[in-house]
């Protein structure tokens, strides 16, 4: 990709910081509110460490067979919390998103184009993260915003930290597998991996023979569909 620096892009370190541990709910703190922002800051941080440390071709390598890239969560989540939280509040974040447009391209949302740099994708999601935090910080979770793509639109802030918070988290899962493809990097969050390893007795090989074992047993099931209670 002509253009494209072979050395990782340092993301902007913004949205990345959250507090360490939530509020408490109390009415001192913001209460619900402010629960509902830090998981949401939360998601954020964690999506840009997942990012950190890899190539701008690593970043944009599609790794399933819909085309699920690093890069493209990225441009998608940030973009679609922009929109939830300030556009359907009547009040425009003033970023521009040509890929929501009715007449681009499916998915346009979903990767970033050769002209769109991971630096570039990175500033775009500072921008949309600060453009969130105001509108959050300045209404309150009764507020009566309007989804013009849903069926029913009616919602308050409360249902749209909730549901960005899961958007988040959604894309979050995919971005651990897609991480763990390209270099095998995975955990949880920064500075908490809560996975075996050093420090809990795992030996270096560990996986290797977890991963063998669930191999042998995957092995000796039936490969027919089971038989699993209707809802």
């Known amino acids: ?3 494209m620096p072979s050395e990782p892009p340092a993301p902007p370190a913004g949205p990345r910081s959250a507090p360490a541990r ?12 402010a629960v509902l922002h830090w998981y949401l800051k939360t998601a954020r941080r964690d999506l840009r460490w997942k990012l950190e440390g ?7 390598t599609p790794m399933t067979p819909t085309g699920t890239n690093l890069l493209g969560v990225l441009k998608h989540v940030a973009s679609v919390e922009v929109d939830y939280f300030t556009g359907c509040f009547g009040r425009p974040s003033g970023i521009e998103m040509p890929w929501f447009d009715d007449d681009s391209e499916p998915n346009a949302d979903m990767y970033a184009t050769a ?9 775009l999601a500072d921008r949309c993260a600060t453009a969130s935090d105001a509108a959050i910080a300045e209404l309150d979770l009764a507020a009566v915003g309007h989804v013009p793509w849903w069926t029913n639109g009616t919602v308050t802030l409360g249902r749209l930290l909730v549901h960005m918070v899961a958007e988040y988290q959604r894309h979050l899962g995919h971005a ?3 991480r763990e493809l390209l270099d095998g990097a995975a955990g949880l969050a920064p ?3 809560n996975l075996p390893g050093e420090g809990d007795g795992a030996p270096e ?3 290797a023979g977890y991963t063998d074992r669930l191999r042998q047993i995957a092995a000796g ?3 027919t569909l089971p038989n699993t209670p209707t809802t």
Not at 115 to 123: D, P, R
Request: glycine fraction near 14%; avoid cysteine; aromatic fraction near 10%.
């Open 221 to 223: 099931a039936p490969d």
């Open 205 to 207: 090989d560990w996986w």
């Open 22 to 33: 939530p509020p408490s709910g109390s009415a001192e703190d913001g209460g619900v509110k």
């Open 1 to 3: 990709m002509a253009g």
């Open 54 to 60: 890899l190539t701008e071709r690593q970043l944009r």
């Open 191 to 193: 500075g908490n991996s």
């Open 176 to 178: 651990d597998i897609v």
């Open 115 to 123: 002209e769109e740099s991971a630096e570039w994708v990175f500033g």
